[in-house]
């Protein structure tokens, strides 16, 4: 039993069938990538798992849990957190300031009034996000407008807003979609060093083979909507329906 | 001291500084000389300026923190003001129960209003709360007349019961509001050679409001709760994707902001006990905006001096009348006088909209931070000056080594 279970996950958009009959398991701090060629339905996959879209039929469990009709907000509050395919930070704050609000979420939920005492006076949340700043080499940088920092930069930022939370799941969409070959390798070595350090389940949508190769324990493989093969990464290489779907080689 | 830092405190300190001493600041020019239009210091106009400035460092909570323009804020101004004269007629004369009402109906107005609002962001949460003040404003001049008294407006009179008050006065008249018998419309005035300062009761209970609701402002500028409402403004998504409902933290900005509206027009009204209709028009709420862009939205001093700036064109500009021109340019020869009171003319007196408007273009285009942005350019341009000197002298002690 995985922590995150689709079953029978069914999603029309009119007459395109974006997703049909996904079943997926993702087992506990594995690293699991699910790839496919341009229109699989890998973001549609993505967005049912977050919430932002429900699906036709079949069920998501996390944890034990339905995911399903949840707003985005309950489901990072169950351990699930998510780095987008453009970075999403809080480009007017600090960088600490970005850092110590999802701090503040994990300790104080979806909402709390607390508008009287000084941000600069939460000690244990400003010491919390320091130490993650060090973590990810960016604590020179805490008091800078994160809106400047370099793509490679506001993804790391990214990845270590959502480790803050110490999430189940950590769900990433193309974690290296266009970055620079030196970017994209500095999050991969970022990621390997999470997966080795920490106690968490890593599912990963991606495009760039290297990264997936160099991370990846399992991969599923969507085309049209539906899983094709799932396998670890050696099978994955020379399986023949891999082939045809990426490259339409006739094997 | 306070839970402030140093420069917030400064900054506090500063502005109490200016609003207690405004009587004097305000009037620099001597009352017998020409200049002496231009003074600013009496009791109406100042009274004014704190009202309105309360009035835009609420409205800023809401604007500069969250991004959400609200363009119905002057309905909660209304409502405030009704609520006031209300309590003026029905308990007594005592302003206190009459801002804390204000205050808690604005208060309650702005939850239903929010909460409808807040459904939508961008445009479209503006669209929502202009229609919200129309309604309000419609409402009140015509059905709703029996508490807001239609066009007329609200206002006192001999027969109102105030229960704890007197209905008339000795003398027979309507009785002034007073803070537990201190008249608000007193004035002591000292008479310092030419120059007459006025100290009015009414403008130091403003004053001191206005310094509390500036002090709550920092505070909730700098708290966590600030925060989070700067996330909102600088990205929803990841707000909510980092586990945090925006709903809940927009709303409560918008009910404090719709209280701060509201002690704003329980003041008004105390300080002048009667409320009408035009105070919730969408001219009102778009002047609030004004106020806060001109001075620099999402800055802490910013919406107080965007406020002072509005009021004092509204009231020392909009007096300048051809006469006055005339005796400014009397000294040029008679054909060129005219001509150039007739060019300056469209800008002064009731033109004064004219110039307000040029002012606010000039300073959305090259001040995008309002008047607090051009005060840093002029403060660091000093800095560097400094610094540049300090620079020089060290590469002149550089070659006698």
């Known amino acids: 039993m995985g922590i995150l279970e689709v079953k029978n996950v069914n999603k029309r958009f009119g007459g395109l069938q974006a997703l049909g009959d996904v079943n997926l398991s993702v087992a506990e701090n594995s690293v699991h990538a699910i790839i496919g060629p341009n229109g699989a339905g890998k973001s549609t996959l993505l967005n049912v798992l977050i919430g932002k879209l429900i699906p036709d039929t079949g069920s998501v469990m996390f944890n034990g849990q339905s995911v399903l009709g949840r707003k985005p907000f309950e489901i990072n509050q169950m351990g699930i957190s ?33 508008a009287f005492e000084n941000s600069e006076n939460e000690k244990e949340i ?89 991370l990846a324990e399992r991969i599923t493989v969507l085309a049209q909507g539906t899983p094709l093969v799932e396998d670890t990464p050696e099978n994955i290489k020379g399986h023949p329906k891999v082939r045809e779907a990426y490259l339409g080689e006739h094997a | ?69 609200s363009f119905g804020h002057a309905a909660f101004l209304g409502v405030g003001s009704y609520s006031a004269v209300w309590m003026f007629k029905l308990l007594s004369m005592n302003v206190v129960p009459a801002i804390v009402l204000s205050v808690i109906v604005a208060g309650l107005f702005s939850v239903v209003i929010g909460f409808v609002s807040l459904r939508r962001s961008g445009i479209y949460f503006s669209i929502l ?59 002591y005035e000292m008479v310092v050679g030419p120059w007459a300062f006025q100290f009015n009761n009414g403008y130091y209970l403003c004053a001191i409001l206005m310094l509390i609701s500036f002090y709550l402002a920092i505070r909730i500028f700098r708290s966590p709760f600030g925060m989070m409402l700067r996330a909102i403004k600088s990205n929803n998504t990841r707000m909510t994707y980092t586990g945090l409902n925006a709903r809940p933290y927009t709303l409560a900005a918008f009910v404090i902001s719709g209280m701060y509206a509201g002690l704003a027009g329980g003041l008004l009204a105390s300080m002048d006990p009667l409320a009408g209709a035009e105070r919730m028009q969408w001219t009102a709420s778009g002047e609030v905006v004004l106020m806060t862009i001109l001075g620099g939205a999402g800055t802490l001093i910013g919406p107080v001096l965007g406020a002072g700036f509005i009021k004092y064109f509204e009231n020392i500009f909009s007096k300048i009348n051809d006469g006055v021109l005339h005796t400014w340019f009397g000294f040029m020869p008679d054909g060129l006088e005219d001509l150039v009171v007739t060019l300056v003319h469209p800008f002064v007196g009731k033109g004064w909209h004219l110039t307000l408007g040029l002012v606010f273009m000039l300073v959305v285009i090259f001040l995008p931070g309002g008047l607090v942005e051009g005060g840093q350019r002029i403060g660091r341009l000093f800095r560097r000056k400094k610094s540049g000197d300090e620079a020089k002298k060290s590469t002149q002690s550089t070659p006698a080594e």
């Open chain 1, 82 to 114: 998510r780095v987008f395919q453009t970075p999403e930070i809080f480009g007017d704050l600090t960088v600490l300031e970005n850092m110590m609000i999802p701090i503040f979420a994990k300790r104080d939920g979806v909402f709390r009034m607390h």
């Open chain 1, 126 to 214: 400003v010491e919390q996000a320091e130490h993650m700043l060090e973590s990810l080499n960016m604590a020179d940088a805490r008091h800078d407008h994160s809106a400047s920092m370099s793509r490679g930069n506001k993804r790391r930022l990214e990845i270590g807003m959502c480790l803050a939370q110490s999430p189940r799941l950590l769900l990433l969409d193309e974690p290296t979609a266009g970055m620079a070959r030196a970017d994209t390798n500095n999050t991969i070595d970022l990621l390997k060093q999470i997966k080795d350090e920490r106690d968490i389940t890593i599912a990963i949508i991606e495009h760039d083979m290297h990264v997936v190769f160099s």
């Open chain 2, 1 to 69: 001291m306070l839970g402030l830092n140093k420069k917030d405190l400064s900054l506090l300190l500063i502005v109490a500084f200016l609003a207690l001493c405004a009587p004097f600041i305000l009037n620099p020019f001597p009352s017998d000389s020409s200049l002496a239009q231009f003074n600013a210091g009496y009791p109406d106009l100042m009274q004014r300026f704190v009202i309105f400035g309360i009035f835009a460092i609420g409205f800023n909570i809401l604007f500069g923190l969250t991004g959400y323009l």
């Open chain 2, 129 to 187: 709360t202009l229609a919200f003040a129309q309604m309000s404003f419609n409402l009140a001049y015509s059905v709703l007349t029996p508490i807001t008294n239609g066009e007329t407006g609200l206002q006192l009179t001999l027969d109102d019961p105030r229960i704890l008050g007197a209905s008339r006065t000795e003398s027979g008249g309507i009785p002034v509001t007073n803070f537990f018998g201190l008249d608000m419309r007193d004035t």
